[in-house]
């Protein structure tokens, strides 16, 4: 028995097994370790693992547990060497070509034969320089292999780079022999109890031990946007790349490093590197990558989603697929290559034929016919070198130096607008960008909750107004309720950077309410120096049965208690006897008004997108002591806490607030100038559809009367599939040209809208789609787009892997600066490519009418030196480093299929040639 045999042997639970745990969601992941594993306490027992000392931490059951179920290390994909990305840049059909004409041309030059009776010998130059034109080209074709492997080489340096700030620098909280301490994550073992707190980010799977109020943030992996609960009882599974929102925990680790949900995703988009052992312990083959059904779509985890939406490539396939995806315009200038290819082709078989016929017409017919000499041979070996060089003079050998230069030149300058391009060709694909999916969270809004509309003392603020606007004593209860009536936890923090806005820390609704009183000119620390947690009288937490939260304090004057509520605004005002008027009058609050506040307050709130909240307040004064007002409530002895209705009945409402997650400030203009470029931009997210309609809207995606479809996930998902279950083209054509804005979408509707669009053969040009993503469920469609833009402040680990651009500072504005630099390239190309092409064309006419009319070529090796290298270099400096202007942003895009020579470079390229050909044909026949 091997070694790993023996090891296992010593843990009854394999690694594939525990995987499989965490396949399972909530209750049924519950249901599914007490029936196989008798509860989480029986499972630690077979892990070998204490839930109160955790693990020995010695270095043999260390090794033994490496051995078994891995590491923590997610091991990256091998970095391409340089050889390898030199043989890559090697296989460009344009010097493919010209690598096969040069060395022909060379050999034919190298040939020694006589020039005896032929009436060109007394040209000694070009028994000297005949070969230079092959050896120009054969530098030319070096230098830009080397300097495109120089800059991918130094991209991929540069995103290694940034993903050195990964987890394996953090240390996470570890009960190991007994003590907590503080271990690095790249460390941490199946079987590993940890503390698990808010605010941390969970770097492998486990199941929950024991929890309070624990809330985690999936939507990394889920798409959820809403906060799960977690515990023992209800969803005991704690997933890696989440993160801890809200509570405390203490889990015990299942999986670790590619046999963790993130790891899986690593592995079926290619980004990890599998070791034969980690293939054993989670076959990429065992995960389901079948179509879901719709009915278990919401059921399924992250993984299993990610796995449904993009197959997983054989490695064989992988490995061919690396240098396979071209770019729009390395496709057009594929094609025209090969056509120039072509072209040059038959005009130099041509030339020989002419050149052949002529001389033996000339030589073995007519009036005087000579006899075959061994001189002949040697004529015609001439006339095929003559040939060659009309060929050579047809490839625009000048065109890979100056893509590579542009390039090379414009990926430099867009990272300083924010865009860390990991890929050089994606830099002109966005280019020609005719469609962005767009992420909200983050890319379109700030992903800060922030309250931008208040309702106080009788008077809707549209904006936040100071708190000397408003009367001092409601501001006074308001501002402590806001500040006390949270979570500790929760808390606004100075950002690392100056200039930037402060983190949220906790919950985000808390924060926004937080933001709000500082907002108004006063401190909620203060306010919490004043009143530690410790000294709260008495905490309701908030449950979904009363959809609120209470915190009770004692008055300073020892005279009662104060209960500060906050809620859903409708479940806090049918908690509410009263209500604070204007002038900060209590009066009496009654369904009517209750009605009416609905009415003109709550649903023009709701209407324009924000989450309303409501906050109120109940003085309990002793009977005999202090001056209570008509809407206090006197009590005789301290209440019954539990009795919840007498204690958080006859409240006095003291506000509505309505928070959001806002628009970022910049990304409506940013949007219109997409739009005025031509280019259509969606919205894809797992937020609400009245959320993500008001954010739409405010944007500029949509607009009021322009018929454009919002759409949720579940429904697109059914009108895009057939009675089978499978996804069809047509019907998905009839959705995307006037689908918008995509709610609820889980990451296989992402996937199947981007593929979709790009599959598409409506209309005149084919799309080109870029994609935004920032969570690991946004892996597939990254990779699927023409274009993937990862966040790379937010941005998960899988999501950077998957894309082609990293915006450094996660802002929509950066990807519109992507587009004017990907056109700019774009139009270098097409303007080098006119100036190229117009010299070819000529030269190649006057080398096919030269070689038929005077039997040679009029342009010499040394000529032809100057023309296709020392210009054709010149002209890509010169074109090729051209900076951007804002006017590339008021054409429409070239799409997919326009061909890369426009009407107006044709005029252009023909009119100058026309000129050209006749100085030049009046010098040589006139001259």
């Not at 300097?147 to 050195?164: C, H, I, P």
């Not at 949900?261 to 076959?283: N, R």
């Not at 020892?558 to 204007?582: L, N, Q, Y």
Request: charged share 25%.
């Amino acid at each position: 028995m091997t070694q790993n045999g023996d090891f296992q042997a010593d843990f009854p639970v394999s690694a594939q097994e525990l995987s499989d745990i965490m396949r399972c969601r909530r209750e049924e992941a519950k249901d599914f370790i007490q029936q196989k594993y008798g509860g989480v306490l029986e499972l630690c027992k077979k892990l070998r693992t204490s839930p109160n000392e955790g693990l020995p931490g010695t270095p043999e059951d260390i090794a033994k547990r490496q051995n078994v179920y891995g590491a923590n290390v997610i091991p990256p994909k091998p970095a391409k060497s340089f050889l390898r990305l030199v043989w890559e840049a090697l296989q460009d059909v344009t010097l493919i070509i010209l690598e096969v004409a040069a060395i022909v041309s060379l050999i034919l030059s190298l040939i020694p034969f006589s020039h005896e009776d032929d009436e060109h010998a007394n040209r000694p130059e070009e028994t000297n320089v005949e070969w230079i034109e092959s050896v120009a080209i054969i530098v030319s074709v070096i230098v830009v292999v080397f300097v495109t492997a120089f800059n991918d080489y130094s991209k991929e340096r540069q995103f290694r780079g940034l993903q050195s700030k990964i987890d394996t620098e953090h240390n996470f909280a570890t009960i190991r022999n007994g003590e907590t301490i503080q271990v690095p994550v790249s460390d941490l073992l199946v079987g590993d109890i940890c503390q698990v707190k808010y605010g941390d980010h969970l770097p492998a799977d486990g199941l929950i031990i024991q929890s309070s109020d624990l809330k985690l943030d999936e939507s990394s992996l889920t798409g959820e946007s809403d906060h799960i609960k977690k515990s023992a009882d209800t969803d005991p599974t704690l997933l890696s790349g989440t993160n801890v929102m809200e509570g405390n925990a203490k889990m015990v680790i299942i999986a670790v490093g590619l046999n963790s949900q993130t790891g899986i995703i690593f592995k079926l988009l290619g980004a990890a590197k599998e070791s034969k052992k980690d293939k054993k312990a989670v076959p990429v083959a065992n995960l389901p990558t079948d179509n879901i059904a719709l009915a278990k779509m919401k059921g399924d985890r992250a993984a299993v989603e990610v796995a449904d939406a993009v197959p997983v490539p054989a490695p064989e396939e992988e490995e061919e697929g690396d240098g396979a995806d071209r770019s729009v315009l390395q496709m057009k200038l594929t094609k025209l290559t090969i056509q120039i290819g072509k072209a040059g082709s038959i005009i130099a078989a041509l030339t020989v034929l002419i050149l052949i016929t002529k001389f033996c017409v000339k030589t073995y017919g007519g009036s005087d016919p000579q006899p075959w000499r061994n001189s002949d041979l040697q004529r015609f070996v001439k006339f095929i070198i003559t040939g060659v060089t009309v060929l050579v003079v047809a490839v625009p050998e000048g065109l890979p130096l100056a893509v590579t230069l542009s390039l090379a030149y414009s990926v430099k300058k867009m990272m300083l607008d924010n865009n860390l391009v990991r890929h050089l060709d994606a830099c002109e694909t966005m280019g020609n960008a005719t469609a962005i999916c767009s992420d909200k969270t983050g890319t379109l809004t700030t992903n800060r909750m922030t309250t931008v509309q208040t309702y106080i003392a009788g008077v809707h603020y549209k904006t936040v107004p100071k708190h000397t606007d408003m009367p001092e004593r409601v501001i006074s209860i308001i501002s402590q309720g806001l500040a006390l009536n949270s979570g500790y936890t929760s808390r606004i923090m100075a950002s690392d950077k100056p200039g930037e806005l402060p983190k949220q820390v906790g919950n985000k609704t808390e924060c926004a309410l937080l933001g709000f009183v500082n907002a108004i000119g006063l401190s909620y620390e203060k306010i919490r120096e004043d009143n530690p947690e410790e000294h709260l009288h008495k905490v309701y937490t908030f449950n979904s049965a009363r959809k609120s939260m209470s915190t009770v304090i004692r008055l300073r004057d020892g005279s009662g208690f104060r209960v500060h509520t906050k809620g859903a605004s409708e479940w806090v005002m049918k908690s509410c006897d009263f209500i604070v008027g204007p002038n900060a009058e209590v009066l009496r609050f009654t369904e009517a008004d209750e009605a009416s506040l609905i009415r003109d307050v709550v649903e023009p709130m709701a209407h324009d997108g924000l989450r309303t909240i409501g906050s109120a307040y109940k003085d309990m004064i002793f009977e005999g002591k202090g001056k209570p007002g008509p809407n206090d409530q006197i009590i005789t002895v301290e209440p019954n806490w539990a009795d919840e209705d007498f204690c958080l009945g006859k409240m006095t409402m003291l506000g509505v607030f309505g928070i959001e997650d806002p628009v970022r400030e910049e990304v409506p203009d940013a949007i219109r100038r997409c739009q005025k470029a031509g280019i259509t931009v969606r919205m894809v997210t797992g937020d609400n559809i009245n959320t993500a309609r008001s954010i739409a809207t405010k944007c500029g995606i949509i607009k009021p009367g322009d018929k454009m479809l919002i759409m949720e996930g579940k429904d697109f998902n059914t009108r895009v599939r057939d009675d089978q279950g499978i996804v069809r083209q047509a019907l998905v054509d009839k959705i995307w040209p006037k689908l918008r804005v995509l709610a609820r979408s889980s990451p296989q509707d992402k996937y199947v809208l981007v593929k979709g669009i790009i599959d598409s053969t409506v209309g005149t040009n084919r799309e080109v789609v870029a994609v935004t993503g920032d969570g690991t469920n946004d892996g597939p469609a990254l990779k699927k787009a023409d274009v993937g833009f990862a966040m790379g402040i937010t941005g998960t680990d899988v999501a950077k892997e998957a894309s082609d651009i990293i915006l450094t500072d996660d802002n929509f504005t950066s990807i519109v600066k992507a587009c004017m630099w990907g056109r700019n390239v774009y139009d270098s190309i097409a303007k080098f490519l006119q100036f190229q092409l117009t010299v070819n064309v000529v030269a190649i006419i006057i080398a096919f009418v030269g070689a038929c009319v005077i039997d040679d070529t009029p342009l010499r090796a040394v000529q032809m030196l100057w023309v296709n290298l020392l210009m054709d270099t010149l002209a890509s400096l010169a074109l090729a480093t051209e900076p951007p202007t804002e006017d590339l942003l008021t054409r429409k895009p070239y799409g997919r299929t326009k061909p890369l020579i426009s009407r107006t470079m044709m005029k252009n390229i023909i009119g100058q040639s026309i000129y050209q050909l006749t100085v030049i044909f009046v010098i040589l026949f006139r001259g």
